[in-house]
């Protein structure tokens, strides 16, 4: 029995990168060494869809389930795989359209929240806060966290909206996801950015990093995981 991790990736809005976080930071964990499973709870199926665009040769580093039928019990369907994966995650669909974020919620250790710097983005982010604040009075172990998605640093709108950020008062991550191709064809090979060619190592260094940063944030002290031989 082993112990598990939580991390759900939350919006209020769709296409802010919930499935790109969630199968960027899976893998990469699983290719630090740890057992680590994708829970795809949203019915548009990305991250299944992700996984399966892998080379058989090559699969996606770790399994990713379909459980979005389950819907407001998504919870209790993840608590089977307690004790049997370190880290789970579970990919929701837009919190607006289902009762899936909330169930997800309310067992997770960590709520990745995407944000894309634009004024609708911010304008959602409102609602899964006001979301997080009131199931932090269920689980009040849960941690969320803002992850600057989809950057495009030089432009104005996105310097406005790092500026406002501070004022959700949810923590933000030092890392940050900038707009590059590489996520993109990671997604049409079923890998991660590890895995393209030719590399992106910005892609690369930034995707390590959020990872650093979680492994951390959840008390986990070395990100590598001690494989016994």
């Not at 959602?124 to 998605?149: E, K």
């Amino acid at each position: 029995m082993v112990e598990s991790k939580i991390i759900a990736a939350v919006n209020q809005k769709g296409g802010a990168g919930k499935s790109t976080l969630s199968m960027q930071v899976a893998g990469t964990m699983a290719k630090d060494g740890w057992r680590v499973m994708v829970i795809d709870a949203d019915p548009q199926g990305t991250a299944t869809r992700w996984a399966a665009a892998a080379e058989d040769d090559r699969p996606f580093p770790a399994p990713v389930v379909g459980l979005s039928p389950a819907g407001a019990k998504v919870h209790r369907e993840a608590k089977k795989f307690v004790g049997e994966y370190e880290f789970i995650f579970i990919d929701c669909p837009p919190a607006v359209d289902s009762p899936i974020p909330q169930s997800a919620l309310l067992i997770a250790d960590l709520a990745l929240i995407p944000i894309i710097p634009s004024p609708p983005d911010l304008w959602a982010a409102v609602g899964i806060r006001h979301l997080i604040t009131s199931l932090q009075d269920i689980n009040d172990s849960m941690q969320p966290l803002l992850v600057v998605n989809s950057l495009e640093p030089q432009t104005l709108i996105a310097q406005d909206v790092q500026a406002i950020l501070p004022e959700f008062e949810i923590p933000v991550a030092e890392s940050m996801v900038h707009h590059r191709t590489a996520y993109r064809r990671s997604a049409a090979f079923g890998t991660t950015v590890h895995g393209i060619d030719p590399r992106d190592d910005k892609a690369i260094a930034e995707i390590e990093q959020l990872t650093s940063e979680i492994y951390k944030r959840l008390g986990v002290k070395d990100g590598r995981a001690k494989i016994s031989a």
